[in-house]
Structures are given as structure tokens and as C-alpha cells.
């Protein structure tokens, strides 16, 4: 018994041993993709919803203005914490950083704040409410009042509303946004529309050249194989410009066809919506075609072979036998260029005209040039979501783990 008890306690440490070591392996990458996957992903839900800039610059206003109902103006007491605040956030240097994150509720939020602090203010909080009308009439706007409310912090919804075109009101109502300001749900549907035709494209192109590498022998299959990964080889910038060059009105594309006889006079095929899914397609043609071509090459032609014997048509056999086992591989490839595709911003930047783009054009626009970060990372998260869902959706319907799994 005590040989057994200790041959037992041998082998849990020599497995624990090897748990250690295999874990030790792995930390390695486990680390790298926190670091780069992990928390730039959770940096970005955060700046989302994340909103202190007028809490730190205003913080007895936004003490104030706790409790109210938002349906008339507030109570003298706020306007006498907000004429205290105004002058001494001036002084901290927080007030621009106020300014902007309120301008970006309400247009005019940034003047009315600097004109406000270099106003004359009373010392008495009893004339605070006078002295800030008589500076700015706007300040007898209950929606100014709200706004500020709003930013309140340290969290909001406001990033992620304006995401979806929806505006919350000074009495805490939700409501659609102006049509002129309402522009990122057409957006987000125009980028999920090319995306989707994008992936369709892709897979009508790429299915039978898969299936031709798939059934050639290896002497000929694989420097057709080189043709398709040579595109991997030369820089996505140049690849895009390329199609600039061929698809411009005096480019050989337009030439050719009228050469051919098939137009009088050249086509628009740049800068509009034939060039962004011409380019795209380009592109991500790769991407559809190995994860096919990895399904394909494993494909037994015996099954073909049998179902021949057996008097099933060539037609009726490839779309009963072969196709099915083709499904994981249709499906890897639509979700990887489906996703790719998504987040696609040099290739229509490029080729595409204003309205061609899509929606990773705005957040890299919010991003570098207004720096307006939390409205960026709403689009990314909403845009995130939305692709998690779809993809769930997608494996739930069509069921590819249990296809690959028979």
C-alpha cells in the first residue's frame, strides 16, 4: 500500500510538472495577446461609456444639477455653481476639455462656455442666474442644462446613442436624432451591404478556382497556388492605387472595352461603388480561396466516383455529394472575408466617393481629426457587437461545426 500511495503521489507531481511546463509554454502568448488584443479591445468599450471631462471641470454644477426633473430650468443654485465653476475651471486649464465634450452634444456649447467665463460674474450667488441670461440667452435653454447633465460622468450613454442616431433629452427621453444629423445607421448598413456582396463575390469567384487546385495534380496545382498568394507579396496600398490606374476613364479597362466595341464612350468605374467592390474582391480573393482549397484537398474523388456508379448525373452528384463536405470551408471563408471586409478603410478611401464609405472611415475620422475618441469607440463597439451577433447568427443557422463534424 505504501508503494502504491507513493507512486501515486509520483505521478500527480510528474503531472503537475508537465501542466507547469505546458502552461509556461503558453504565458508567452497568452500575454502577447493581452497586450495587444485584450486591452486595446477593453480600452475601447471603456472610452465608449467613459466621461469625466466636465465632472473635473465643473464639479459643483454637476453636484447641482443631481435630482433634477430636466422639464423647466434649474434652481438658483445651479446657476450660482456654474458661475463659481466657470471662473475656476479657466484657471485650472479644464475648461476646453469641458467645451469640447459638450460641444459635442450641442453646437455653439464651446463659445457659450469661454464667453460665459470671461463674463463678469457676480461674487453674490443670488445674482448668478441674471448675470449668466444677461451674458448668453442660451443659458435659459433647459436642453444646455441637460447636456451638461448628461456629461455628468463617470459614465454615459451619449457615445453610444449618437452611434445609432439616437439623442437623449433634457427629461431623460430618448428620441431619433434630426435627419440632417442622422448618418451612422445608413453607414452602418452600407457597410454591412458591401461587405455582404463583397463575400458573395468572393465565393462565386473563388469557389471554382479552389476547386481547380484542388483536383489538379501537384505539379500544376502548386504554381497556380503561387499566383494566388503573390498578392500577399505586394504592399494592400499598391494593389488599391493599381486598380485606380486601371479602372480611371482613360485606363485599360475603359480602353479595352471600347477598343472591343462594346462602348462608344468610357464608364465611370472609379471613385464610386464598382470600384470599391471590384478592388475589395481583388483583395480578399485569397481569403476565400485557401480556407476552400484546405476543405477541397481532403475531399476523397472516390465519393464523386461512387455516386457516378450509382446513375446519379455529374450535376446531381457534385450539389448531393460534393458540395456538402464543402460547407466548413464555404463557411470559414465567408466569415473571414466577411469580417475583413467590415473594417475596410484604404481600399474605398481610395477608390470609393463620399458616399462609399464606410464606417471604419468615420471612426479614423474621429479618431485623428476631430479627436473626438468616445465616439469612435461607440462605432467600434457597436460595430463589434454587431459583427459577434451576425457571426453567431450565421454558425447557428447554417451549423458548420456539426456539418464538419459528420
Not at 10 to 30: C, D, F, I, N, T
Not at 121 to 135: K, N, S, T, V
Request: net charge positive; proline share 6%.
Amino acid at each position: 500500500m505504501t508503494d502504491t500511495t507513493a507512486l501515486k503521489v509520483r505521478l500527480r507531481r510528474a503531472e503537475r510538472s508537465r501542466q507547469l511546463a505546458a502552461a509556461g509554454l503558453v504565458l508567452p502568448l497568452v500575454i502577447f495577446l493581452l497586450l495587444t488584443f485584450a486591452l486595446p479591445i477593453g480600452g475601447m468599450l471603456w472610452r465608449a461609456v467613459a466621461d469625466e471631462e466636465v465632472a473635473v471641470a465643473l464639479p459643483r454644477t454637476v453636484a447641482a444639477l443631481r435630482g433634477w426633473d430636466g422639464r423647466a430650468l434649474p434652481e438658483a443654485t445651479v446657476f450660482a455653481a456654474l458661475a463659481a465653476d466657470l471662473p475656476q475651471a479657466k484657471d485650472d486649464g479644464t475648461l476646453p476639455a469641458a467645451a469640447r465634450r459638450l460641444n459635442y452634444d450641442m453646437t455653439g456649447f464651446r463659445t457659450l462656455l469661454f464667453k460665459s467665463a470671461r463674463g463678469a460674474l457676480p461674487l453674490d450667488p443670488a445674482g448668478a442666474r441674471e448675470a449668466l441670461l444677461a451674458i448668453d440667452p442660451d443659458w435659459g435653454d433647459v436642453e444646455r442644462w441637460g447636456a451638461i447633465q448628461r456629461a455628468g460622468g463617470p459614465l454615459t450613454a451619449f457615445y453610444l446613442l449618437t452611434a445609432v442616431d439616437l439623442h437623449q433629452t433634457a427629461d431623460g427621453s430618448i428620441t431619433h436624432r434630426p435627419a440632417q444629423e442622422s448618418i451612422y445607421v445608413d453607414v452602418f448598413g452600407r457597410t454591412f451591404q458591401i461587405s455582404i456582396l463583397v463575400t458573395v463575390a468572393c465565393l462565386l469567384l473563388g469557389f471554382p478556382v479552389a476547386y481547380l487546385l484542388a483536383v489538379l495534380p501537384q505539379r500544376l496545382g502548386n504554381p497556380l497556388m503561387i499566383l494566388v498568394l503573390l498578392p500577399f507579396w505586394t504592399s494592400l496600398l499598391v494593389r488599391t492605387t493599381a486598380w485606380v490606374v486601371l479602372l480611371q476613364n482613360k485606363g485599360i479597362v475603359n480602353d479595352s472595352l471600347i477598343a472591343l466595341g462594346i462602348q462608344q464612350e468610357p464608364t465611370q468605374l472609379i471613385y464610386n461603388r464598382i470600384g470599391v467592390y471590384v478592388a475589395m474582391t481583388h483583395v480578399l480573393l485569397p481569403f476565400m480561396i485557401l480556407p476552400l482549397y484546405s476543405v477541397m484537398r481532403g475531399i476523397s474523388p472516390s465519393y464523386l466516383r461512387a455516386a457516378r456508379s450509382l446513375g446519379a448525373p455529374p450535376t446531381t452528384a457534385f450539389v448531393r455529394v460534393y458540395l456538402p463536405q464543402c460547407l466548413p470551408g464555404i463557411g470559414a471563408g465567408c466569415l473571414l472575408v466577411f469580417v475583413l471586409a467590415l473594417g475596410y478603410y484604404i481600399t474605398p478611401a481610395l477608390v470609393g466617393g463620399a458616399g462609399d464609405q464606410m464606417i471604419a472611415y468615420f471612426i479614423a475620422f474621429y479618431t485623428t481629426s476631430t479627436i473626438n475618441w468616445g465616439l469612435a469607440s461607440a462605432l467600434g463597439a457597436v460595430l463589434l457587437v454587431a459583427t459577434l451577433v451576425l457571426c453567431a447568427t450565421y454558425n447557428k443557422l447554417v451549423g458548420f461545426d456539426r456539418v464538419a463534424l459528420r
